[in-house]
DNA sequence: ATCGCTGCAAAAGTTTTGCAGTCGC
DNA sequence: GCGACTGCAAAACTTTTGCAGCGAT
């Protein structure tokens, strides 16, 4: 009944779970093998239904707990993204951090490169320490800000798309 | 009945709204109020709480549909740390962003002079106009990191103090 | 065999929405 | 008076929790 994963990654999952001293069960694999196969950016009920298709018991307190547990041994960072649902993401990649259009609601990457002398400076002036992840930008994306460059005094747009 | 505040920041209030051509009603003199009173990093229930000590027909709801309408107008920005409940504060201070500390979960201003240069990258690198306001932080605190100098190699601190 | 993990169901907490009445302009 | 705003109540959503049984080690 409970049908591990079979894929290249699952070998890899169960080995970084072993190797934190944490059990090895289907449902953790397949939350790992979610965030693998959705990328960043996941909501929990994505992973839920992700992973429904392949073990359809799973429940959605389970992915709840499981992230949680991830997230505090720092396998997944967690991503607030302003609103809705907070996202998860597999931490082992380039840390990066994230660009929140408040528009359209696109999220594109940003290279921790360009955070590290700001962090830096953080931690020296504030004592405080920053990671090199879940920082978010909150603003206006490159295709937004053509599309809105001739609109410019019109309020009353609202409740229109957001997020 | 609709009581409407006195106090000196009240007048501002009033302009502020008939400038931009929105009614100006009592409701939405007191949540202006009360984020002037409580300061920055105030969740709708707060304000709630605080507006009803005047105004006790007040309702949530309003509240919410209040801050949703001072956050398009740019009176209010809206910020996000991490979890539970969003938080307002009135925009016309100082530009600044926040620090969150994941352990004990305080929220230190950073003053936006720190990011400018941050900012300004990203909008060549990627065409992001990012907000003087808003941004947030996580990462782990002066005092936190003192207090956690010693333990390095202790998991299983999970789910202590945690928001 | 033990102890942690999971499923189920229910609760808690935040935010949104429909509708009818009210009030600012 | 018109149309926007509000109160009330209920719903929609996200996340957490208690408990009994199951399963990884």
Redesign the pocket.
């Known amino acids: 009944?409970?049908t591990t994963p079979n894929t290249p990654a699952h070998a890899a999952h169960s080995e970084r779970l072993?190797r934190l001293r944490?059990?090895?069960?289907?449902?953790?694999l397949f939350v790992l093998e979610a965030l693998d196969a959705l990328g960043g950016h996941v909501?929990?009920?994505a992973i839920m239904r992700w992973t429904a298709r392949h073990y359809p018991?799973?429940?959605?307190?389970?992915i709840?707990?499981?992230l949680?547990l991830l997230v505090s041994v720092g396998l997944v960072a967690q991503t607030d993204l302003g609103g809705?649902?907070?996202t998860f993401e597999l931490v082992g990649d380039v840390p990066h951090h994230h660009l929140v259009c408040e528009r359209c609601g696109t999220v594109t990457e940003l290279d921790d490169a360009l955070l590290a002398a700001l962090r830096e400076q953080v931690l020296r002036s504030y004592g405080f320490r920053a990671h090199s992840r879940h920082i978010a930008l909150f603003g206006i994306c490159r295709g937004c800000l053509a599309a809105e460059a001739p609109a410019l005094l019109d309020r009353d747009t609202h409740h229109e798309h957001t997020r």
Do not use: F, S
């Not at 018991?57 to 389970?62: E, F, G, K, S, V």
């Open positions: 009944m409970t072993r944490l059990r090895v069960t289907p449902q953790r909501t929990a009920e018991a799973i429940n959605l307190a389970t709840y707990r499981t949680d809705g649902a907070a």
